[in-house]
């Protein structure tokens, strides 16, 4: 996290304490993991759950009950799409858990998630749209069928390691051992005069404004 992120954190959590908003953190655990982990929990529990985060690699997490919103920014206003399973398997013709395996093929610069050299999303789609998962295209290499053919095959062959590991590094982890008591999630009112201080005290005036505290 840049430095600059970092010295903001404690404002953040001061704002959203003061606004009601439960704060869940775990030393050496993601806030993907934290996400997942909970996501997964609600949906045990029938509980139909919307994640907003701009992190696309929380597509893996998409179901029945669990949808990605996304925001994007356009001509200055916030727009959001949401992705459930139907639209993964719409967009990306797989499976949300198989984009863990195309993760593992393409790997992420963005996250250090190396991936196999050579191999770019288009690639890693195909991939495993033919072979399902990445355990599939190493036993079939080893198996001499073909599965790819000249500097492909050949970075394939060489970097199953990489692919494994990578695979692993995107995953996102969804036991994370933290408190599950949803109870605490629920929607209460903020401190109005409590977070009308502190927005004073940040110059927030435009939100002010909107918030009419």
């Known amino acids: 996290m840049p430095d600059e ?3 903001q954190m404690p404002i953040i959590k001061k704002v959203l304490e003061a606004m009601n908003i439960k704060v869940v953190e775990l030393p050496g655990y993601e806030a993907d993991d934290i996400l997942g982990t909970l996501a997964v929990y609600a949906e045990k529990n029938n509980i139909n759950t919307i994640l907003l ?8 997490l998409a179901s029945d009950k669990i949808t990605i919103r996304i925001p994007r920014t356009k001509q200055g206003k916030t727009e959001t799409e949401d992705f ?9 013709g797989l499976l949300p858990k198989q984009l863990i395996e195309v993760k593992g093929l393409m790997g992420d610069a963005s996250d250090n998630i190396p991936g196999v050299p050579g191999v ?3 690639t890693a789609l195909n991939l495993i749209k033919e072979f399902a998962n990445i355990d599939s295209i190493y036993e079939k290499l080893e198996n001499g069928e073909a ?4 500097k492909l095959k050949e970075n394939l062959e060489s970097n199953k390691d990489l692919a494994i590991l990578s695979r ?4 996102i982890d969804v036991n994370a051992p933290i408190e ?5 999630f629920e929607v209460k009112e903020w401190n109005k005069p409590e977070v009308l201080q502190i927005f004073k005290e940040l110059r927030f005036n ?3 404004e909107r918030f009419n505290i």
């Not at 599965?147 to 000249?150: F, I, L, S, T």
């Not at 599950?180 to 605490?184: A, D, I, N």
């Open 5 to 7: 992120l970092a010295a």
């Open 53 to 60: 985060t701009g992190d696309r690699d929380s597509f893996q």
């Open 84 to 92: 459930d399973k139907q639209k993964i398997l719409e967009t990306y």
């Open 120 to 122: 770019g999303e288009k």
């Open 147 to 150: 599965v790819a053919k000249g």
């Open 168 to 171: 692993e590094l995107g995953r």
């Open 180 to 184: 599950k008591e949803l109870s605490g």
């Open 206 to 208: 435009r939100y002010i």
